[in-house]
């Protein structure tokens, strides 16, 4: 008798410890964002991981062609990295041996030091969603020729630059690469690619490069801190098939401790949104050769004394940039030097692309959990 109402005590307070688990979780998603609420409400996400999938908006797009019966389920079990012949287990051999589509999980948490940059196929996600994954060392991730990239949960950090080298590359394909400034992330010549809740920091060059005619690239609730050169969209001045770029960068955390380029811009178009600025020192929002940006509805924090207060920085004619912004919040003295022409620089997206940009006083609140979620603690992750 007695065993059996401790038993059913047991099962009642397990139950209301699960009830107030999931209302708690559930409270939490009146804050979350269009991209965050559209997952991260579903207790069974850990079977259901491609759902994340058709999360994405923005230039990217939906991520539809990650998804299917033909994805292949590939489990990191194993830190270590051999460039030229990766081993079963290790990532590098789930992201270049692997034909087709391929979805990347971790089995624990693990710091992943690359001997070398790492090349990704076309149609591979990667998603450390659940476990602590750290990658680090030369590099680092080089997203180069390809399309339909999902880089989800990593903390890419402390990455170095790394002379010509020659690597296993996409279809067990040994390739030579040139020098690496040591970026966490990479893109060269690729196509719909979605970086969503990654923390990056502290890397020899830059956090993020889109480079050589990449386009249709969404970068979304990620957190950069302690960088001088955060990121960076569009090759060189002299590189014009730039021009077509299209980048989406909304409900990311910027700062604390980021100098320049949130992001910095040549030729193409970025559409920057419900950004959370945490102050910077020489600016934020910049471009050359004539790019243009909307500024909407972000949140910006001046730094409290030596930074300069204007948010952008550019170069060249002017007439020729159009830096417009719609909005924003400016604190702490911030100043948004911005065109005042025609068209706004509407970013026209089809309907799979579009969402509502918030009110930038929610802002704070919709980027608070921007960079790598702790899914391990509760059931909603
Ligand atoms: C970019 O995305 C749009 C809309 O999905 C598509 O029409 C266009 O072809 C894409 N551009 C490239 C270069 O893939
Ligand atoms: C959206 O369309 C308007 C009107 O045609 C155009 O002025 C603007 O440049 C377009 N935006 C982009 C990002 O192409």
Not at 34 to 55: E, F, H, Y
Not at 79 to 98: A, H, Q
Not at 300 to 311: L, Q, R, S, T, Y
Not at 327 to 348: E, M
């Amino acid at each position: 008798m007695a065993t059996t109402l401790s038993w059913c005590f047991t099962l009642a307070l397990f139950m209301v410890i699960l009830m107030a688990s999931i209302s708690s979780s559930l409270a939490n998603m009146a804050n979350m964002n269009v991209i965050d609420k559209c997952w991260r409400g579903n207790p069974l996400w850990r079977s259901q991981r491609q759902q994340l999938a058709k999360c994405s908006v923005g230039f990217a797009g939906k991520m539809i062609n990650n998804i299917g019966k033909d994805v292949v389920k590939y489990k990191v079990t194993d830190l270590s990295d051999d460039p030229l012949s990766p081993k079963s287990g290790t990532l590098r051999y789930g992201t270049t041996m692997i034909k087709g589509k391929v979805w990347i999980t971790f089995k624990n948490s693990m710091t992943i030091t690359l001997q070398r940059p790492l090349l990704l196929s076309s149609f591979t996600a990667i998603d450390g969603r659940g476990v602590n994954v750290h990658i680090t060392g030369a590099g680092c991730l080089l997203v180069y020729q390809v399309t339909d990239i999902i880089i989800h949960g990593l903390r890419i950090h402390h990455c170095r630059a790394q002379p010509p080298s020659t690597v296993m590359g996409p279809n067990a394909k040994v390739i030579p690469l040139g020098q690496m400034d040591g970026d966490a992330i990479r893109l060269v010549t690729a196509r719909k690619v979605w970086i969503d809740h990654n923390t990056l920091y502290e890397c020899q060059d830059g956090l993020l490069d889109v480079t050589r005619g990449s386009t249709n690239v969404t970068v979304s609730n990620n957190w950069f801190r302690n960088q001088d050169k955060v990121m960076l969209l569009g090759h060189d001045d002299g590189h014009l098939r730039d021009r077509n770029m299209m980048v989406t960068v909304i409900f990311n955390h910027f700062g604390p401790n980021c100098n320049q380029r949130m992001p910095r811009v040549r030729h193409g178009y970025a559409h920057v949104a419900n950004n959370f600025y945490q102050g910077w020192e020489q600016y934020a929002i910049g471009g050359s050769m004539s790019p243009s940006i909307k500024s909407e509805a972000n949140f910006f924090v001046a730094p409290n004394d030596v930074g300069n207060k204007e948010v952008t920085w550019r170069k060249g004619e002017k007439g020729l940039w159009k830096f417009y912004s719609v909005g924003d919040v400016l604190k702490n003295g911030a100043s948004f030097n911005k065109q005042t022409g025609v068209g706004g620089a509407k970013p026209n997206y089809s309907q799979e692309q579009n969402f509502k940009v918030v009110n930038a006083m929610f802002v704070k609140e919709l980027t608070s959990e921007s960079g790598v979620l702790q899914c391990s603690r509760s059931l909603i992750c």
